[in-house]
């Protein structure tokens, strides 16, 4: 089993519509979730980062975290072109040598259509 | 503040030829990760420093690739020989704590086509 799972898309959403993107983590231990996008030809940037259960919302983005079913999700309101891009869920977890380290998804790619 | 400097950004070798990759994290970040990202999918870790030790190297493939931090700052990394599978795009990334994925910040890559 992967230990982070996202539909790799791609997903299209219209113009001014909410895109919601999941995530599935398999480390029952993991504290911190993260949300990265990324255009095409470019490095990750960090958009959204949540630690407890429920959601946190940041300007057009809402990050939702269910911890019990190891479920992380991100919202994205009032879809716009520049949206378009690879989004990455990255879960913390500790590795066997006891350092903290980032597992990525596979990412899902959102396109928005004016 | 700059950001995390890689170079060369593109390089296209053939198979069983050599690379090497530098990395100069942002000035005082204590922990440098170098990343894989093959097309399509997410960044995979290949080694992580902290100062100038090796924290964690489980998914660096040991008999090909080697990565050094001297000094604790700027880092190499290289590959020899190269594979085709080895066609990906090599991130470096750098953060101020021990870990706190909000504080891991990502320079633009170094592109690597096997040929």
């Known amino acids: 089993q992967k230990e982070v799972e996202q539909n790799s898309g791609p997903l299209s959403v219209p113009e001014g519509a909410i895109a919601s993107l999941n995530c599935t983590y398999s480390d029952r231990g993991s504290q911190s979730f993260f949300w990265y996008r990324q255009y095409s030809g470019k490095s990750p940037e960090l958009i959204m980062f949540i630690y407890s259960n429920g959601d946190k919302e940041d300007g057009r983005f809402t990050a939702q975290l269910n911890k019990a079913s190891q479920y992380v999700s991100l919202l994205i309101r009032d879809s716009q072109p520049s949206d378009s891009a690879t989004y990455l869920c990255?879960?913390?977890?500790?590795?066997?040598?006891?350092?903290?380290?980032?597992?990525f998804g596979t990412g899902t790619r959102l396109t928005i259509i004016p | 503040e700059a950001g995390v400097a890689q170079s060369p950004r593109y390089k296209i070798i053939e198979k069983r030829q050599s690379v090497a990759f530098w990395c100069n994290p942002i000035?005082?970040?204590?922990?440098l990760y170098w990343y894989q990202q093959i097309l399509g999918q997410g960044p995979k870790l290949l080694i992580q420093f902290q100062n100038n030790g090796v924290v964690d190297d489980s998914q660096l493939p040991k008999d090909r690739f080697s990565a050094e931090r001297l000094k604790g700052v700027d880092s190499t990394l290289k590959i020899q020989p190269a594979k085709l599978e080895d066609s990906a795009v090599y991130l470096c990334?750098?953060?101020?704590?021990?870990?706190?994925?909000?504080?891991?910040?990502f320079g633009e890559g170094s592109w690597l086509t096997v040929v």
């Open positions: 990334a750098s953060s101020s704590l021990a870990f706190t994925g909000n504080t891991i910040y």
């Open positions: 990255a879960v913390e977890i500790i590795s066997n040598f006891g350092n903290e380290k980032l597992t």
């Open positions: 000035s005082g970040h204590a922990t």
